[in-house]
């Protein structure tokens, strides 16, 4: 009983290197943890994907999903502020302007400004968690526009969630 002969995969394409890096396949658990950090951010905010990024810190699929969803909080969070701050101070100037006959148009586009930075960060979040979430679901390791490249940076993960760190190291 002779057994097959080894076939090298790096002499018949000469482009793969014996140490290249493997994309990892997330585990059904980790898929449906991806999927729900996506989803609890519409209801619970900041404090799901922190929950969930702290459970299962082992998986890099988790740990990379339910960080770039608390970079989006966050990043929601100051967008919020900032325009918070801004209506403020606008409301500020508007009840220190000295009363003429003329009306102010501060009051009539104050509600619709508001009511703009209030709810079109959320809207966007829920769409966004929806769709990154199913995608999260399907296995993919889809990014956030800005807030992804940014938890890839900071996990040291390239396409496909390869540890950087372990390829600079070979």
Known sequence: SRSPPQINA??????????????????????????????????????????????????????????????LQLARLALMMATGACLFVGFLFFAMMPHGHMPSPFPILFFPAFMLAWFGPWIAVVVMGIVYGVRANQGEWAEYPVVGPMARKVLHLGPGGVDLRATVAT
Do not use: K, N, Y
């Not at 000469?14 to 980790?30: C, F, I, N, R």
């Open 10 to 71: 790096c002499a018949i394409f000469p482009t793969m290197s014996a140490s290249a890096p493997v994309a990892l396949v997330p585990a059904q658990d980790e898929r449906t943890l991806g999927l729900l950090a996506h989803i609890l951010q519409i209801v619970a905010g900041w404090l799901g994907p922190l929950i969930i990024l702290l459970i299962r810190r082992d998986s890099r699929f988790v740990t990379f999903h339910a960080l770039q969803v608390l970079f």
